[in-house]
């Protein structure tokens, strides 16, 4: 059995788990730059805001609706993921960390010892104990079904007519399930496939797993159709992977608040980049052997193509330095940059990775390459200073601005909450 947990509304969530007077309201999280809306209450969506609208065509209506706007506020949102998916690795044998607010727990062998409903709910009701954030589960055979059932188990409670619980352990709950659910919401169906499917009859995910493995394979993309059938039918195809079996690459991209055209302000950004992404791999025991830069300019603009611009360097041996990082993602920007062009954007992409720490390969002059032991040293205390006392408090010089200047790539958030669980000055203050 498989279970699935999903945090509901989650960026919405997070806003509101330190803003108490949010509850209740309609709330909307824009985008980077507080350019379009990612995230939705349930009050925002009955009102009608559609996700990805550009947010200056719906702000008359927002102000005139009562609608409150928070700009991302991803450190919030990290950490809040955080807390949730450590609590879910304390109760189940094997945790997946599909995205920043869903998970796939393997329950083999718990049906022995649990009933799964019970035990479903008190994984939920911890969770919002625990965290303040709402979650909502799904337990079937598979992960389609667990992903299906999680969504019912969502739609029933947004109604009020549900625990937030949903179980599939028997061939009838299944075949009742599957035909409450429209094809295009299954799991693994796209645009594409949905309009085959319609244009075939089939309307239902119940429909979808009647039909025929050879059309499935013949129309639903070979063996990935048929695994799909064989998902809904409820048999497994698919066990849950652990992060670091599932990790293949690593990046850390941000649009600029404004576009930039210094060489010092595109490279502040992406030394900020590299070093984030140093902390990434430290903090999930990893280590990488290729990173690859890349700058955007504005693709819609008259300038023409390309707009994007990038270059890839082998490091000397699988590293998680921060220093090393930063020094191969400065090399690759002189190679990727282009004078006289806008850049919108920039980002670093680490890929080979390796469990840190794993034995190197040494060069032709017989050492491993890459920084020494002391190295280590000074990384763990870098990270041990930012963990106390916030990140970005201790920096690579090249990631900070000249004195009195700021940051000239940093993101628009006009409107962002603090950070109250990662920064000692931002923290929630309790008045008696």
Known sequence: ???????????????????PELEGRAVVVL??????????????KALGVRMGE??????????????????????????????VMWYLQQVAPAVEVYSIDEAFLDLAGMTRHFDLASWAG??????RQRTGIPVCVGVAPTKTLAKLANRLAKQDAHQGAGSGVVVLDDEQQRREALGRVAVEDVWGVGGRSAAKLHAAGVRTAAELAG????????????????????????????????????????????????????WEDVAGAVATHAARAGE??????????????FVET????????????SAQLTLSGATDDTVSLTRAALKGLERAWRPGRTYVKAGVVLDGLERAGAAAQGTLFGDAGGPGPARGELMRA???????????????????????????????????????TTKWGELWEVRC
């Open 31 to 44: 985008s980077n730059n507080d350019g379009c809306v990612i995230a939705r209450s349930q009050e925002a």
């Open 54 to 83: 550009p947010y200056f065509q719906v702000r008359e209506l927002m102000e005139r609706r009562g609608v409150v706007v928070c700009s991302s506020n991803y450190e919030l949102y990290g950490d809040m993921s955080r807390r």
């Open 298 to 309: 504005n693709r819609f603009a008259a300038a023409p193509p390309p707009h994007s611009f």
């Open 382 to 420: 870098l990270d041990a200073l930012n963990g106390r006392y916030g990140s970005g408090t201790v920096r690579v010089a090249a990631a900070v601005p000249g004195p009195g200047k700021a940051e000239a790539w940093a993101m628009r958030r006009e409107v962002k909450s603090p950070a109250f």
């Open 122 to 127: 008190d994984v939920r009701g911890a969770v």
């Open 211 to 262: 039909v025929g493995d050879a059309w499935a394979r013949k129309n639903l993309g070979g063996v990935v159709g048929a695994r799909l059938l064989c998902e809904l039918r409820g048999f497994s195809c698919a066990g849950v992977v652990v992060e670091d079996e599932a990790r293949k690459s690593l990046a850390c991209t941000r649009s600029f608040g404004r576009p930039l055209t210094r």
């Open 1 to 19: 059995m498989f279970g699935l947990v999903d945090c509901t509304n989650f960026y919405a969530s997070c806003e509101r788990v330190f803003r």
């Open 280 to 293: 990434k791999l430290r903090r999930q025991g990893l280590a990488a052997r290729l990173l690859t830069v």
